[in-house]
């Protein structure tokens, strides 16, 4: 796991250049990316969401493009669109800028859930049908998408399928005071980014992405990510629980975080560390837990204390 290990360190160092004091922000952002994973990052604005997403596509040296969303967009200004060339009498397909490596969908609820659909197949599949033709996406290819929890002006909910889609959901958070004045000194006369260089090729990433999938975890450890699972479906406080592919997520997630440590197995406190990030966005609290002010968060945190943790069976190869 040195390879992967290394890769991680240096996509670490370079991004926390630009974002200052959110080491576990950032590493999360890189376990996704180690997964093939996408990304939702939800947060009051101004706190660097957008940011990280560019400080990943430039660390990354891979192809990077931003969609904006809004009310009025729709599925073809994402996808793409096929056009008539009247110079050779065929169709020609102009592509949106979702066939990019790194695509930023910046306030991805501002846009219709028809637009929003548009980006369904692209995540799960890695690729978009247009006019009936199939066209894959280039690798790696990861959506990091953001939306602002507070207003909810103009806005439509991600739909529970659109939402299941992503493997991992982070708050960004504000900074420390120390922190905030650090990153006042550090902008003082231009933003950091402006000279961020890539620290890693797209051929190594795809390589430490294909580590992480020969990756170690014990057969008592996917016990324990199904058990975690099926205890958020049969919570009393929960509507709807996880789905399959939220044990998918955990299970993959785990494999890149210990990877980033340098092991090559999985340990039950990989899984406790990654729950909430992993499943927490995937569950519907009923309403009568909401009317007690009881979340997602919660539940994940009474699953994990009423879920039996394997024990000392789990090992190296």
Same mark, same amino acid.
């Given at each position: 796991? !040195?390879?992967? !290990?290394?890769?991680?360190?240096?996509?670490?160092?370079?991004?926390? !250049?630009?974002?200052?004091?959110?080491?576990? @922000?950032?590493?999360?952002?890189?376990?996704?990316?180690?997964?093939?994973?996408?990304?939702?990052?939800?947060?009051?604005?101004?706190?660097?969401?957008?940011?990280?997403?560019?400080?990943?596509? +430039?660390?990354?040296?891979?192809?990077?493009?931003?969609?904006?969303?809004?009310?009025?967009?729709?599925?073809?200004?994402?996808?793409?669109?096929?056009?008539?060339?009247?110079?050779?009498?065929?169709?020609?397909?102009?592509?949106?800028?979702?066939?990019?490596?790194?695509?930023?969908?910046?306030?991805?609820?501002?846009?219709?859930?028809?637009?929003?659909?548009?980006?369904?197949?692209?995540?799960?599949?890695?690729?978009?049908?247009?006019?009936?033709?199939?066209?894959?996406?280039? +690798?790696?290819?990861?959506?990091?998408?953001?939306?602002?929890?507070?207003?909810?002006?103009?806005?439509?909910?991600?739909?529970?399928?659109?939402?299941?889609?992503?493997?991992?959901?982070?708050?960004?958070?504000?900074?420390?005071?120390?922190?905030?004045?650090?990153?006042?000194?550090?902008?003082?006369?231009?933003?950091?980014?402006?000279?961020?260089?890539?620290?890693?090729?797209?051929?190594?990433?795809?390589?430490?992405?294909?580590?992480?999938?020969?990756?170690?975890?014990?057969?008592?450890?996917?016990?324990?990510?199904?058990?975690?699972?099926?205890?958020?479906?049969?919570?009393?406080?929960?509507?709807?629980?996880?789905?399959?592919?939220?044990?998918?997520?955990?299970?993959?997630?785990? +494999?890149?975080?210990?990877?980033?440590?340098?092991?090559?197995?999985?340990?039950?406190?990989?899984?406790?560390?990654?729950? @909430?990030?992993?499943?927490?966005? +995937?569950?519907?609290?009923?309403?009568?837990?909401?009317?007690?002010?009881?979340?997602?968060?919660?539940?994940? @945190?009474?699953?994990?204390?009423?879920?039996?943790?394997?024990?000392?069976?789990?090992?190296?190869?």
């Amino acid at each position: 796991m !040195q390879e992967v !290990q290394d890769v991680a360190k240096r996509i670490l160092a370079n991004v926390e !250049q630009v974002i200052i004091g959110k080491e576990r @922000e950032i590493r999360m952002t890189v376990v996704a990316l180690l997964c093939e994973g996408h990304l939702l990052i939800e947060d009051v604005p101004g706190v660097g969401k957008t940011m990280l997403a560019r400080a990943i596509a +430039r660390t990354v040296g891979s192809t990077y493009r931003r969609i904006q969303f809004t009310p009025d967009m729709l599925p073809s200004d994402v996808t793409g669109v096929s056009v008539f060339n009247q110079k050779n009498l065929e169709f020609e397909f102009r592509p949106g800028p979702i066939m990019a490596q790194i695509v930023l969908s910046d306030e991805i609820n501002r846009a219709t859930p028809k637009t929003q659909s548009a980006l369904l197949e692209a995540m799960e599949e890695r690729q978009v049908t247009v006019d009936g033709t199939t066209y894959q996406m280039a +690798r790696p290819f990861m959506v990091l998408a953001t939306q602002n929890p507070i207003e909810y002006e103009g806005t439509f909910p991600l739909p529970e399928a659109q939402v299941d889609r992503f493997l991992m959901r982070i708050r960004v958070g504000y900074p420390s005071k120390a922190h905030e004045i650090n990153i006042m000194g550090l902008q003082a006369l231009m933003h950091p980014i402006e000279n961020l260089e890539s620290t890693v090729s797209v051929e190594e990433l795809a390589q430490a992405q294909s580590a992480v999938r020969d990756m170690y975890v014990d057969d008592s450890v996917k016990e324990y990510i199904v058990d975690l699972v099926s205890t958020t479906r049969d919570h009393p406080d929960v509507y709807l629980g996880a789905s399959p592919r939220g044990s998918l997520a955990l299970f993959r997630a785990s +494999r890149a975080w210990a990877a980033i440590d340098g092991r090559d197995y999985v340990l039950p406190d990989d899984i406790k560390l990654l729950a @909430e990030s992993t499943l927490a966005h +995937r569950l519907i609290v009923s309403p009568s837990a909401r009317i007690k002010n009881v979340d997602a968060v919660q539940v994940i @945190e009474d699953a994990l204390a009423h879920t039996p943790v394997p024990g000392s069976r789990v090992g190296s190869r």
